[in-house]
């Protein structure tokens, strides 16, 4: 069975699936009785966007020590979100004014963005990750879809791959709050791209189908999806107040719009597929039934909306604990009856050939 996670896009509410993350590879030392357990060594392939890339790429990133193991725990990732959320999403006076006036380009500084993935990531390329993947972003000058693929920068090499800071600051870079992010690849091919939330904000849909295509005789009875959300919003927005604001003054609130129905739109899909398989079993999505005790905003990441926002993940994992103890103990369970070759080793062969 080929196992998948996939991590919601949702700005500084990457917090809640982080905090499941913890929950979750806690429960796997527990049950597995290794100290040393990771997300990365119970799924086959991962999917991200936006902040969910970010995860996905913190979680996949090999340590500088011993490449075959992850330099970040899932409680290490969460902490780039605590310990760096309100410094990314820091407002200068001048900006605030503009932002209040529907003026401003960029809300937040890119640079400071940047600075952290790079303390993050140093060089670390998408090739070196442990796991494959798939995360999204946007093209806006080739207006199509950009997926960063591991197997696609294993198997093709310097042109189609990038620095992991690079990968992340394409895939969340949100239109009005950060500016296009104009990336490079390792061969030097210019990329301008938008945050894959315009069109993947949930790439659970994307991942299933970059597994199918990759294994030609895996169909959806034979795959198991954890997708993990940033929180389904109720917020509604007055009728005239759209009516009355600027066009730049409620592209926020069109932006939040799109990304949840995009979100909710892909679970309902997914529900749908893995329902007329018969294996709805087979498809688990955790994220919280409501987002009334936070600011939802992106970019909400003052130091007391973040506290929230930690209230709100613990909460979300307190009521999903069972089912996370029981996805725990199947991941376990799995991995001991699954095969020890590796996932996307097929690749490695294809660019071995191509190198003769």
Known sequence: MKKILSIDGGGIRGIIPGMILVALEEKLKRVSK???????DYFDFFAGTSTGGILTCLLLCP??????????????????????????FKMSFFKR??????????????????GVLNNYFGDTKLSE???????????????????????????????????????????SAAPTYFSVAEIHSIANVRYPLLDGGVFATNPALSGLIEVTRAFNQTRINDIFLVSLGTGRSRRSYDYEHFKKSSAMAIVPAILDIMMSGVAETS???????????????????????????????????????????????????SENDSRITELARLLVEEKKHGSTKKTWDFLKAVRSLGSL
Request: net charge neutral; with cysteine.
């Open 34 to 40: 290794d100290p040393d357990a990771a997300i990365v």
């Open 63 to 88: 340590s500088e020590s011993d490449p075959t193991r992850p330099r970040f725990s899932a409680k290490a990732a969460l902490d780039l979100y605590l310990q760096h959320g309100n410094e990314i």
């Open 97 to 114: 004014i503009r932002a209040k006036f529907g003026l401003a380009g960029e809300r937040y500084n890119s640079a400071i963005f940047e």
């Open 129 to 171: 990750l442990i796991k494959p993947c798939i995360i999204s972003a946007y093209n806006i000058e080739l207006r199509k879809t950009h997926f960063f693929r591991q197997q696609s920068a294993i198997a093709r090499g310097d042109a189609r791959d990038f620095y992991l800071r690079d990968v992340c600051r394409a895939t």
């Open 267 to 317: 679970d309902f899909f997914l529900q749908q597929l893995f329902r007329s398989a018969g294996r709805i079993e087979n498809y688990i999505r955790v994220e919280p039934n409501s987002l009334e005790s936070i600011k939802e905003g992106l970019d909400a990441a003052s130091a007391s909306n973040i506290e929230k926002l930690m209230a709100l993940g613990d909460r979300t994992v």
